[in-house]
């Protein structure tokens, strides 16, 4: 039966790997998996007795998550992440966070005539949670003062000073659809050409200029960053703020990677990356301001699917009532769990360690093989290389040669659906487009090594490849071997 509605999705971009998985496969001595960001360590003994001891769970959980452990989030928030001034209430529970980042600009009642912005180089689902929810997707520039709208003519801690009382902010569901309550005109005419990438287009290989690029509603921060580690300062955070308060934007910082900062990242209250929640940041008012985070990777959780999202009391409480009507319930076993391994701090200190050595040892290796590692990656769990300028160690000039020299990476694989019946054919997916980024997945794959294309993560992406730390020792050790 034909679909009612066909959602124009992106190709999910782990299947455009056959190839070079293929090719890593055929190491003899098997393949070494370095894209996926999933933990390969075990969950701590108590966390795994918490769920095992509440296998019972014969009654429906609370939805929005236990009060204790809605308490125990806030002070987490509070001692590690340097967040004042949280309820229990301004935190609602997230099976995982990623069905959180599809659908956060639903739930909040963003749809068609929005726009929602996330970074030039993102995890997919940001872009997939604007397409879901009908809104125009645009990829915005890491500095808040290259984003269309009004800008922030001072730090925001100024503009509380000038006028001496908060800046209003409306429910989302208040707003008029459209452009039509938004000062876009002005503040747009004072933009660069073309500074902006417009999703919606850049299947076609076309971006729109600022002109057209309305001012988002919502703009996802991801500090640090998935893939390339770049992480916010409090200043930054200050600059992000202070756009959206001048815009009536919702901010929303997807924090999963805050407390695997390394050295030359940034500092706020508390530990980790600064948190766009931290007083330093916010001056105490939390309006338009919402946190997600999960234990994917802190506490090697990824299984559990144990998240939340905190911050604003008021669009907080319209995503309780979205989610409690939408039965979006973490299960009575993992909230259990969730109390335990957040009372635990020693875990996610322990795993930083691990996965310090794991990336300095990869690092140390990608650059004796001619790589070159993103100097402004100071955080999170991947390393975002490219080929350095004097060329690879072996067998790899560097981006110049492409389809010629690849002739296969460049033709349809077998294993590719058929267009959707009633679609025209895809646009060119990332996995039939040759790049530097592919190239350089192809040289990885010949070692016997499976990593990402960056372009996986937006075309701004194209020459690099993420790098996961997230193997176990004996693989990251397999894998620096085949780099040398
Ligand atoms: C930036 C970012 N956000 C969210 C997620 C989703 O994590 P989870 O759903 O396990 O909480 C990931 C997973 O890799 C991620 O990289």
């Given at each position: 039966m034909k679909l009612p509605k066909t959602f124009d999705l992106p190709r999910f971009p782990w299947d455009t790997l056959a190839e070079v998985t293929a090719l890593a496969q055929a190491h003899p001595d098997g393949a070494v998996d370095l894209t996926i960001g999933s933990p390969a360590d075990s969950v701590a003994a108590p966390t795994q007795q918490a769920l095992a001891e509440s296998a019972d769970a014969h009654g429906y959980p609370p939805a929005v998550g236990a009060p204790e452990l809605r308490e125990a989030i806030v002070e987490f928030m509070r001692e590690t992440r340097g967040v004042d001034g949280l309820a229990p209430d301004d935190v609602v529970l997230t099976i995982g966070s990623k069905e959180l980042v599809a659908s956060l600009a639903f739930q909040l009642g963003i749809g068609a005539g929005d726009a929602l912005g996330f970074p030039e180089v993102a995890y997919p689902t940001y872009e997939v949670g604007a397409i879901l929810a009908g809104a125009k997707a645009l990829r915005l520039p890491e500095d808040p003062k290259s984003w269309p709208g009004r800008p922030a003519k001072k730090g925001q801690g100024e503009m509380l000073g000038e006028t001496g009382r908060k800046p209003q902010m409306e429910s989302p569901k208040l707003w008029p659809t459209g452009e039509s309550g938004r000062d876009v005109g002005a503040a747009m005419d004072s933009l660069p050409e073309g500074f902006i990438k417009d999703v919606d287009e850049k299947h076609e290989g076309r971006s729109t200029s600022a002109h057209s690029s309305p001012i988002p509603r919502l703009v996802w921060l991801n500090s640090p960053g998935n893939p390339n580690g770049h992480a916010y300062s409090v200043a930054e955070l200050r600059e992000a703020v202070a756009w959206a308060r001048a815009n009536r934007a919702i901010l929303v910082a997807d924090e999963c990677y805050a407390l695997l900062d390394w050295e030359g990242a940034p500092r706020g209250?508390?530990?980790?990356?600064?948190?766009?929640?931290?007083?330093?940041?916010?001056?105490?008012?939390?309006?338009?301001?919402?946190?997600?985070?999960?234990?994917?990777?802190?506490?090697?959780?990824?299984?559990?699917?144990?998240?939340?999202?905190?911050?604003?009391?008021?669009?907080?409480?319209?995503?309780?009532?979205?989610?409690?009507?939408?039965?979006?319930?973490?299960?009575?076993?993992?909230?259990?769990?969730?109390?335990?391994?957040?009372?635990?701090?020693?875990?996610?200190?322990?795993?930083?360690?691990?996965?310090?050595?794991?990336?300095?040892?990869?690092?140390?290796?990608?650059?004796?093989?001619?790589?070159?590692?993103?100097?402004?990656?100071?955080?999170?769990?991947?390393?975002?290389?490219?080929?350095?300028?004097?060329?690879?160690?072996?067998?790899?000039?560097?981006?110049?040669?492409?389809?010629?020299?690849?002739?296969?990476?460049?033709?349809?694989?077998?294993?590719?659906?058929?267009?959707?019946?009633?679609?025209?054919?895809?646009?060119?997916?990332?996995?039939?487009?040759?790049?530097?980024?592919?190239?350089?997945?192809?040289?990885?794959?010949?070692?016997?090594?499976?990593?990402?294309?960056?372009?996986?993560?937006?075309?701004?992406?194209?020459e690099y490849v993420r790098i996961s730390l997230t193997a176990q020792d004996e693989d990251i050790d397999k894998a620096c071997k085949r780099l040398a």
């Open positions: 209250t508390g530990f980790g990356t600064p948190s766009l929640l931290d007083e330093s940041v916010t001056d105490g008012n939390l309006e338009g301001l919402l946190v997600t985070h999960s234990l994917s990777k802190q506490n090697n959780l990824a299984g559990y699917r144990a998240a939340w999202i905190c911050g604003d009391p008021e669009l907080v409480a319209g995503l309780r009532e979205v989610r409690k009507h939408w039965g979006l319930m973490v299960p009575g076993p993992v909230q259990a769990a969730t109390r335990v391994a957040l009372a635990d701090v020693e875990t996610p200190r322990r795993q930083k360690e691990i996965y310090r050595t794991r990336r300095e040892k990869l690092m140390a290796a990608c650059e004796a093989a001619g790589l070159e590692i993103d100097s402004q990656s100071v955080a999170g769990l991947y390393l975002w290389v490219k080929a350095g300028e004097n060329g690879l160690s072996s067998g790899y000039a560097g981006g110049q040669t492409l389809a010629a020299a690849l002739p296969s990476v460049v033709t349809p694989q077998r294993s590719d659906p058929p267009a959707a019946p009633g679609r025209s054919d895809p646009p060119a997916a990332p996995g039939l487009s040759a790049t530097p980024g592919r190239e350089l997945a192809r040289w990885f794959a010949e070692r016997g090594i499976r990593v990402a294309p960056g372009d996986f993560y937006g075309p701004a992406g194209a």
